[in-house]
Structures are given as structure tokens and as C-alpha cells.
């Protein structure tokens, strides 16, 4: 048996604040991207399709997309974006493992999850 890691990536535009926070406690806004790998066995030369891991990431960002991510999570830190992103698609994957969800914030600052 042979287990393999694959990733798909994809952006989205927000806006947030972090309540209380001295500098990022004003609304703003950042293109986020996300990345995501998974690990599963290799079965007629695929893990999972791309389009199909990459059909599944898009729709959980769209949640995201061009909204006040406050209204989603209450403390809209990197952080908790990439954590509310990990569960969902852990969720959604029960035949793969997720071994990294990556949000970065800008292309400088970044959250990541590895298992």
C-alpha cells in the first residue's frame, strides 16, 4: 500500500477587525490563501482527484468570501480562520487524512495546522 500526500490551494478577499486589538481592532480587509494537503492511499494512481478536493476547498472558503469574518467567528484571528477551516474539511475528508491547512493573511504572515 502506498500513501501519498496531495494539495490544492485557493484565495479569497474579507474583511475583519479583532475586537480590542490596538492596531487590527478597525475593520480591514486582506486576500487570504489557503492551502491544504491530504494523505490517502494511492488507488489507480490518485489520492482524490484534484478537482474534486479542490470543488470541496472552494466551497468552504465561500463562506469567507467578500464577508465580515466576525459575523462568521467571533475572534477572527489567522488562527481561528485556519482552525475553523482545518475542522470543516477534516469533516468533509473521512477516508483521507488532512495534514495541513496554511492560511496566510498576507504573504508574509501566516496560520498553520499540522498533524
Do not use: Q
Not at 479569497?12 to 480590542?20: G, I, Q, R, T, V
Not at 478597525?26 to 487570504?32: A, Q
Not at 465580515?68 to 481561528?80: A, M, R, V
Amino acid at each position: 500500500m502506498i500513501r501519498m500526500i496531495v494539495g490544492v490551494s485557493e484565495t479569497f478577499d474579507s474583511a475583519h477587525f479583532l475586537p480590542n486589538h490596538p492596531k487590527c481592532g478597525k475593520v480591514h480587509g486582506h486576500t487570504y490563501k489557503v492551502e491544504v494537503e491530504v494523505e490517502g492511499e494511492l488507488r489507480d494512481g490518485m489520492v482524490i482527484d484534484f478537482e474534486d478536493l479542490k470543488a470541496i476547498l472552494r466551497e468552504i472558503v465561500s463562506k469567507f468570501d467578500h464577508k465580515l469574518i466576525n459575523d462568521l467567528i467571533d475572534n477572527p484571528t489567522c488562527e481561528n480562520i485556519c482552525l475553523a477551516i482545518f475542522n470543516e474539511i477534516k469533516d468533509r475528508l473521512k477516508d483521507l487524512k488532512v495534514i495541513r491547512v496554511k492560511v496566510y493573511e498576507n504573504p508574509n504572515k501566516w496560520a498553520e495546522i499540522r498533524i
